[in-house]
């Protein structure tokens, strides 16, 4: 009979190990998705990291590698950076060109960059969380009716 309850403590035991042993997810870095421009995982956004978004996405939209985005190829690769959670930004109904592409993301860069420091911390990425607007629409408030 001992034997058998020190058998089911120690089934217990690792029972319990293996559920103590399950990982959770880990929480979303500060800063939200921006932090996916982190390329080296330091947890801060540099210009240049900034920039080479810039210049990945404006490589991935420009499907005839002219050196320009046109509505058209912006349109196409839409779905793709929307499945990525992003969208490309910019340009309207006209072309783009890779410079004016980057200078974007560096006007970008510096608005966000409050403190100068050349680096995009969690802080002012949060901080510039609400500039971007509400997403998704479930939790926003519908607008206020005219008024009469």
């Known amino acids: 009979m001992t034997s058998m309850r020190f058998g089911l403590a ?3 035991g690792l029972l ?13 870095p500060p800063g939200g998705g921006m932090m996916r421009l982190d390329a080296n995982h330091d947890g801060v956004i540099t210009r240049p990291e900034m920039i080479a978004e810039a210049e990945a996405r404006f490589a991935a939209m420009d499907a005839d590698k002219d050196g320009k985005v046109t509505p058209a190829e912006r349109d196409a690769a839409r779905p793709q950076w929307r499945g990525a959670g992003n969208r490309p930004r910019g340009g309207g109904d006209r072309e783009m060109t890779r410079a004016e592409t980057l200078a974007r993301a560096g006007q970008r860069f510096d608005r966000l960059d409050t403190n100068h420091d050349g680096k995009l911390d969690a802080a002012e990425l949060a901080a510039a969380r609400p500039m971007r607007g509400p997403r998704g629409g479930g939790d926003t408030p519908p607008p206020a009716p005219p008024a009469q």
């Open 10 to 12: 120690i089934a217990s």
């Open 16 to 28: 319990a190990t293996a559920a103590v042993a399950q990982t959770v997810p880990p929480a979303p």
